[in-house]
């Protein structure tokens, strides 16, 4: 049974440097590609980072302040968030992206982030 338990979210002041958790169960993370996406009020889900079974990571959001990275022991992908602004509050979500197109799609149940001092 795949889970994805995300942690590490919570009330953050601007500036700030959080470290996002995904716990992972069910599989070997290492075998998947996985992202990291998030949704503020009002707007859709985007995408912040991804990386690869390969362990190759890319930032769509704002790079530069965000890193994605994985603990094959802990079977755990993290998500380094710095310099954070009031505008990166939202919702922060784990995915398992599909190992093909149309395959199923796994969230966490995502972690609230709210930036404001």
Not at 31 to 43: E, L, N, V
Not at 66 to 78: M, P, Q
Request: net charge positive; glycine share 12%; aromatic share 10%.
């Amino acid at each position: 049974q795949v889970q994805l338990v995300e942690s590490g979210g919570g009330l953050v002041q601007p500036g700030g440097s959080p470290r996002l958790s995904c716990a992972a169960s069910g599989f070997t993370v290492s075998s998947y590609a996985m992202g990291w996406y998030r949704q503020a009020p009002g707007k859709e889900r985007e995408l912040v980072a991804t990386i690869t079974r390969a362990g190759v990571s890319t930032n769509y959001a704002d790079s530069g302040r965000f890193t994605i990275s994985r603990d094959n022991a802990k079977n755990t992908v993290y998500l380094q968030m710095n310099s954070l602004k009031p505008e990166d509050t939202a919702v922060y979500y784990c995915k398992r992206e599909p190992l093909f197109v149309g395959g199923i799609n796994y969230w966490g149940q995502g972690t609230q982030v709210t930036v404001s001092s």
